[in-house]
């Protein structure tokens, strides 16, 4: 339970970081973090829950921004799901191979940003040139955020991480627990 | 049955979330209250970001304020000799205006009508780059509703997207979703004025061969049931000549400043599509009214501004007029999405 309610600190501490960095930056070098949040919470072991935290902090976005309802939680949702499949295949708990996988999914998440609106909401499309435009500075500076997160995440979340109840982000593979 | 339910229920899970987000984006049509999960969420959440977005806004404040100092001596002077320029024509304009003003009250088509608004403060700018709103800390409780025009001294902000008791959302017009019908004031060019997610907007649907030029003042036309007429909307920046097609290419600068906005005013009025029965039931204007419809309208301004109510009492009900013959309304031309054939 102190393992949930601590994510769900971290996940609105980072709302409110992207909050400052959308005021204090400019908007092709704003990370996003909330992205980043969710696609930790894929990491191993996160499961139902993780997919959940992901699509409510997709949703909470949702609602603070303009945009169509529920664009930013089906991302969210995607990027979770996507990072609990390839987390198999690549090592993504060390730094530099997370800040890549977040720079290289943050880059795909554009991608993945205009097609659901010209699918879903096509009347909110924003045109491809606008998205390559912001996509490398914003890719970069979620990837340069996204290593220093993931050692926060594993400090914040190291006790419910050895006994197993809220195994995100876990620092032990699965195969050495009882 | 249940082995195989716990064996997918990651993507089950993830399916029938996708399937939700997905249906509350394609169910979007235009602006409407918001329900309870968006109103616990602002609740909840926009106190702690005032709370750490207010110093930051501050900070930014004293900077532009204190330390951005450099070269104001040189605009100072640029800007005395642009106001030499503006009062110069602000005379002119004034004396247009009372020539315009007697000629409507000789031709009877002059609508003195009060606008109640209500003022508000911007406590919260979009959290994502891509989209383009702010929301307000005045809501339903004061009266706001889904649609009504949000504007400045400066121009138009954009129109009311949603609301709590204590909050709106205001969709703002550099917003992609927003469409304003608009006319170029010199030349009265007409196009619709489109919000792209960045600074600026386009001027789409403007034909060709009007004459429009960098600098030219564009402002709402009134057509559609948003914005009234004559608000200003923003400056050409820039106009693309295309070598074919119908249409030539503008982009605006529009006239308010969005990143330094704190102050709107919400217009409390909503404007209707006149409908079958719009010629007999409106309070002013050319057409007969029932003096109690007139009285019914001026009691919901009334509501909203306390010295309108005053006028509006002291003002008696307009006298039914001989039942004259009724044209049939034609269909009022909303904001374009599609280019007219």
New interface residues.
Partial sequence: MSALLRLLGIGLALLLAQAVARLALPVVVQPDLVLVYALALGLRGGGVQGLVLAFGAGYVEDVLCGGPPGLFALLCGTACATTRLLDRALYLRAAAPWASYVGAYALANFALFGAAQRMFAPDTAIAWSELLRRAPGAAITSALCAAPLLHLFRRLLVDADRDGSWPVLATQSPRGRP | MSELLRRF??AL??LA??A???????S?HGPAELGF??KL??DL?LP??RM??LP??EL?GVWDDYAALVGVRVENERLRDRLARAEEENHQYREAILSSERFQKLSGFRAQREVPMVPANVI??????????L?IDQGAAAGIRPGMPVITDSGVVGLI?GTTPGAS?V??VV???SRIDAYVERTRARGTVRG???HDCDFDYVLRQENIEEGDLLLTSGLGTTYPKGLVVGRVATVDRKKSGLFLGAKVVPAVDFSRLEEVFVILEQRQIPGEDAFSSADEGLWPAAPGAAGAAAAARAAAKPQVAAKAAAKPAPKPLPKLVKPAPAPLPDHP?DPPE
């Fill in positions: 229920r990651f899970c993830y979330l996708a939700l987000c997905a249906l509350g984006m394609a979007r999960a968006p969420v602002l959440t702690l970001e750490v977005t930051i806004s930014r919260h700018q979009d959290l994502s780059p891509w989209f383009q709103s929301i997207a959302k969709l703002l917003d992609p979703q792209t997610s960045g999405q």
